[in-house]
């Protein structure tokens, strides 16, 4: 087995990842060696969207991306995404609060994150649009409608 290092900047952050296995899957590096648990392992096959991150902007299940490949990327997760001020939310984590859209909370970041993209892409998308851009996070226990509230709400988009 071969040993790797590199250099991962994380939410603006640089991380030097000293002695990888050449084949740790982004996931495993984010939660295991930088501590960033917001990503979370659920189906580890790029289905769920749990573990759903930013790589330059692209949303990627990063289970499916090599730690090491993302070496000179911008990464994102959803503790990037949180604002500096302690007990403040972004407005999609606001939105999700106002409208009931969360929860046991194990999909919500990686649903956040999806929403994001979307809205840095599309920031007044239709209904449609924003079933698609959901459709690869796979939730058990939140009522979908709700979720399209907040992320209606999020836009700015009154379909309420």
């Known amino acids: 087995m071969s040993d790797v290092s590199f250099r991962l900047r994380v939410n603006g952050v640089v991380h030097d990842v000293c002695g990888a296995w050449v084949g740790e899957n982004l996931l495993f ?6 501590g960033l648990l917001g990503a979370k ?4 096959q790029g289905e769920c969207g749990s573990c759903a991150v930013l ?5 990627v299940c990063s289970c499916l991306v090599l730690a090491a490949s993302a070496a000179g990327s911008e990464i994102s997760t959803v ?3 949180q604002p500096s001020e302690p007990g403040t939310f972004n ?6 609060l106002d409208h009931g859209a969360v929860q046991c909370g194990f999909c919500t970041p990686g ?5 994001t993209s979307l809205l840095d892409h599309n920031p007044r998308p239709t209904d449609l649009e924003i079933e698609e851009a959901i459709s690869g996070n796979l939730c058990r226990c939140t009522d979908y ?7 209606r709400a999020a836009a700015g988009v009154g379909r309420d």
Not at 29 to 34: A, F, I, Q, S, T
């Open 91 to 96: 407005p999609v984590q606001q939105a999700f």
């Open 79 to 81: 503790e990037g995404l």
């Open 55 to 59: 790589v330059d902007g692209d949303l």
């Open 145 to 151: 409608g709700r979720i399209l509230a907040a992320v």
């Open 111 to 115: 649903l956040i994150v999806s929403i």
């Open 41 to 44: 392992a659920g189906c580890e």
């Open 29 to 34: 590096v984010l939660r295991d060696r930088l």
